[in-house]
């Protein structure tokens, strides 16, 4: 809670048709479009976020290469960047120059909770702002799908785990999702808006929790997407002379 408020403050019916289990590839051909793991999204971000708490504006830049790869620097309105995090499929670091303070630990939910306000874990975000779905444990994951409302609806469910819906565009873009735990109560919901002609990238992400009270939108701009293998700019230093706190 305390780097909570430290970041805030430093941020100004058709017929069914049943898919039968798959390999995970196979089925995010059916679902989503392809896209590949050199694609990187590297985008300046206005994140509006709503809590019990407040309203929070936050610039931010953000980079973006799946499955699980994020780098996040909030940009105040006057100055340079007092929050940086860089993650990989196999860590996660973070520093706060002003409190000279640099963290270490495992890209799981309850680390990235200790910083922002959600319980995502990195993979889970990262494939979220990349416009497609994020991954269920368990397996195998089933899939019904069928047309609703000019939209292709798909169900994605495991034996025993989390399950989703997912709306679909015509041109397998995503429109909006709903994540429902273990007991089929709803987690939270996603929107997809603001695709640019020919893109498969949604310049506009909304996320609102069953609460309905906490929510975050991600609007980007001057968004980019390159081919990249060099993961470098997903590793983040240890500054000299910072006090290093493990997070596990």
Same mark, same amino acid.
């Given at each position: 809670m305390v780097?909570?408020?430290?970041?805030?403050?430093?941020?100004?019916?058709?017929g069914?048709? @049943?898919?039968?289990?798959?390999? !995970? =590839?196979?089925?995010? %051909?059916?679902?989503?479009?392809?896209?590949?793991?050199? $694609?990187?999204i590297? =985008?300046l971000?206005?994140?509006?976020?709503? =809590?019990?708490? *407040?309203?929070?504006?936050?610039?931010?830049?953000?980079i973006?290469?799946?499955?699980?790869?994020?780098r996040?620097?909030? @940009?105040?309105?006057? *100055?340079?960047?007092?929050?940086?995090l860089?993650?990989?499929?196999?860590? @996660?670091?973070?520093?706060i120059?002003?409190r000279?303070e640099?963290?270490?630990g495992?890209?799981?939910? /309850?680390?990235l909770?200790?910083?922002?306000p959600?319980?995502f874990?990195?993979?889970?975000?990262?494939?979220?702002?990349?416009?497609?779905y994020p991954?269920?444990?368990g397996s195998?994951?089933?899939?019904?799908?069928?047309? %609703?409302?000019?939209?292709?609806?798909?169900?994605?469910?495991? !034996?025993?785990?989390?399950?989703?819906?997912?709306? @679909?565009?015509?041109?397998?873009? !995503?429109?909006?999702l709903?994540?429902? $735990?273990?007991g089929?109560?709803?987690?939270?919901?996603v929107?997809?808006?603001?695709?640019?002609? /020919?893109?498969?990238?949604?310049?506009?992400?909304?996320?609102?929790?069953?609460?309905?009270?906490?929510?975050?939108?991600?609007?980007?701009? $001057?968004?980019?997407?390159?081919?990249?293998?060099?993961?470098?700019?997903?590793?983040l230093?240890v !500054?000299? *002379?910072?006090?290093?706190i493990?997070?596990?």
């Open positions: 780097s909570f408020v430290l970041l805030m403050l430093t941020c100004g019916c058709a069914r048709a @049943m898919i039968e289990p798959g390999p !995970p =590839t196979a089925s995010r %051909e059916i679902v989503a479009p392809v896209i590949h793991g050199k $694609d990187r590297a =985008t971000a206005q994140i509006d976020l709503m =809590t019990a708490q *407040g309203h929070y504006p936050i610039r931010a830049v953000l973006l290469q799946r499955p699980s790869y994020l996040l620097e909030m @940009m105040p309105v006057i *100055g340079t960047p007092d929050f940086f860089a993650a990989t499929p196999d860590e @996660m670091k973070i520093f120059p002003s000279n640099f963290y270490s495992k890209p799981s939910a /309850g680390n909770a200790r910083f922002l959600w319980s874990a990195v993979e889970e975000i990262v494939m979220i702002l990349s416009s497609t991954p269920l444990a195998p994951v089933s899939y019904e799908r069928y047309p %609703e409302d000019g939209l292709l609806r798909v169900e994605m469910k495991t !034996p025993s785990g989390p399950s989703q819906t997912i709306w @679909m565009e015509k041109n397998s873009r !995503p429109a909006r709903i994540r429902y $735990d273990t089929g109560r709803e987690v939270y919901r929107r997809y808006e603001d695709y640019a002609e /020919g893109s498969v990238f949604a310049e506009k992400i909304s996320i609102q929790w069953a609460d309905h009270v906490t929510s975050v939108s991600v609007q980007y701009s $001057d968004l980019k997407v390159e081919k990249a293998s060099d993961l470098s700019v997903f590793t230093p !500054p000299a *002379g910072s006090k290093i493990q997070l596990d």
